[in-house]
């Protein structure tokens, strides 16, 4: 029996009847011969005029040989008897998708939930459907929806997220990110790295650098590598002027993490350049300072390519 490929695993279930049948049209459109798989539905609908998922794949076909506008009419015809089937769903969204007909793949899922308002992989799959489509602020209000229905942490880091996105354009949203973390604050579980830099990248983003330091220093036995930890606290002491404190710690992550990293070298010299300009009665112990700290770098075994001189 022939294995199905990842375009029928995708839309496919396990009827093997179903598999049969289409199992032509899969193989032509896998092969790019369109021409051949709107033939092999042809035969199809002929006995099974209503069956919904020839129907998409036929669509899909025109789609593919430019003629969209029958695809678009196949497609809405399907999308106005309000299938519920998975396979049915998925190709419609794919074809809707495939001609720049966003919002429709969109309707697909807004009318499904209509029929199952309590079905969480639905309300899931129409979150995603505005995530692919750069919709952020209808997958902000999906995911407030999805948290307030089926009250999964998951659901809230997806409205954080969202509202982070939108934040990138209009810096207000930061605020309002960090307003749902206050409120959610028992339900919010800041447990991995990449959290814990969500929180730090909306506190950062208002220029709140003492409570990123903080958090930090709250949450310093969740980050999985140390590096990190460091690397974060040095850019907000630097952010807040502390070149004392960055220099150092940009000191520490070359002498203990990463000899090779040359961003760490570039931080570093620019703290120095920051205190000379300070203070230039320190200018000599600066240089000395930091020619000798680059030195012993240079001449070290550490890490895994051969520097260059001094000279």
Not at 12 to 39: C, G, Q
Not at 76 to 102: A, H, Y
Not at 189 to 205: A, G, M, R, W
Request: contains cysteine.
């Amino acid at each position: 029996k022939k294995k199905s490929s990842l375009f029928q695993a995708h839309i496919m279930s396990s009827n093997t009847v179903e598999e049969r049948r289409l199992r032509p049209v899969y193989d032509a459109i896998e092969s790019f011969d369109y021409k051949f798989a709107i033939k092999e539905t042809n035969k199809i609908l002929k006995k099974e005029k209503k069956n919904k998922l020839a129907r998409c794949l036929r669509a899909f076909a025109l789609a593919k040989l430019g003629r969209t506008d029958e695809a678009f009419d196949l497609c809405k015809e399907v999308q106005s008897e309000i299938p519920l089937d998975e396979r049915v769903l998925n190709m419609l969204t794919i074809v809707f998708r495939l001609i720049n007909e966003d919002e429709e793949a969109q309707m697909c899922f807004v009318n499904a939930i209509k029929k199952k308002p309590n079905d969480e992989e639905l309300a899931v799959k129409l979150f995603y459907e505005y995530v692919k489509s750069g919709n952020v602020k209808k997958q902000t209000i999906q995911a407030d929806k999805l948290f307030k229905q089926f009250k999964k942490e998951e659901y809230m880091f997806w409205k954080l997220v969202s509202t982070v996105k939108i934040g990138y354009e209009n810096n207000f949203y930061f605020r309002l990110a960090e307003g749902i973390i206050d409120k959610n604050k028992k339900i919010l579980n800041f447990n991995s790295t990449e959290k814990i830099l969500l929180y730090l990248e909306i506190l950062s983003k208002q220029e709140k650098y003492q409570e990123c330091l903080d958090l930090l220093e709250e949450k310093k036995d969740v980050f999985k590598k140390k590096e990190y930890e460091i690397e974060n606290k040095a850019n907000y002491h630097y952010y807040m002027k502390n070149y004392e404190e960055s220099k150092g710690l940009f000191r520490d992550l070359i002498e203990n993490y990463n000899v090779d990293e040359w961003g760490y070298y570039v931080k570093y010299i620019v703290n120095v350049f920051e205190l000379i300009d300070n203070d230039l009665n320190r200018l000599d112990e600066f240089k000395n300072e930091t020619m000798e700290f680059l030195k012993n770098q240079q001449e070290s075994e550490r890490g895994s390519y051969v520097r260059g001189s001094m000279k």
